[in-house]
Nanobody, 123 residues
Framework: QVQLGESGGGLVQAGGSLRLSCAAS????????MGWFRQAPGKEREFVVA???????YYAGSVKGRFTISRDNAKNTVSLQMNSLKPEDTAVYYC?????????????????WGQGTQVTVSS
């Protein structure tokens, strides 16, 4: 079992930046792929970005060039640097872990989820 905890959400003006962090605890010996998803009110959860244990990254087109994911395997943490934020980035952001070596944009393929952190971008 793996527990995930997100931090770093908040309110920011359009064009600003935020950095989200996710800390994993529990059975962290496996080489999980980590992902970030987001869910806006009234919308389905959508894929944002994923990073494999070896550092291969996968970005959704809507965030490519603005968001950057990174991970520290020794500390069991993953971070999401979000720049040039837009009002449409407003959502609850979830950290997720997948017990596979490959990345995936499918939420159903992730085994563990955090509670989420709110990101609000004002216009």
């Amino acid at each position: 079992q793996v527990q995930l905890g997100e931090s770093g959400g908040g309110l920011v003006q359009a064009g600003g930046s935020l950095r989200l962090s996710c800390a994993a605890s529990g059975r962290t010996s496996s080489r999980y792929t980590m992902g970030w998803f987001r869910q806006a009110p009234g919308k389905e959860r959508e894929f944002v970005v994923a990073i494999t244990w070896s550092g291969i990254t996968y970005y959704a087109g809507s965030v490519k060039g603005r968001f950057t994911i990174s991970r520290d395997n020794a500390k069991n943490t993953v971070s999401l640097q979000m720049n040039s934020l837009k009002p449409e980035d407003t959502a609850v952001y979830y950290c997720a872990a997948r017990n596979q070596f490959t990345g995936s944009s499918s939420a159903r393929s992730y085994d563990y989820w955090g509670q989420g952190t709110q990101v609000t971008v004002s216009s």
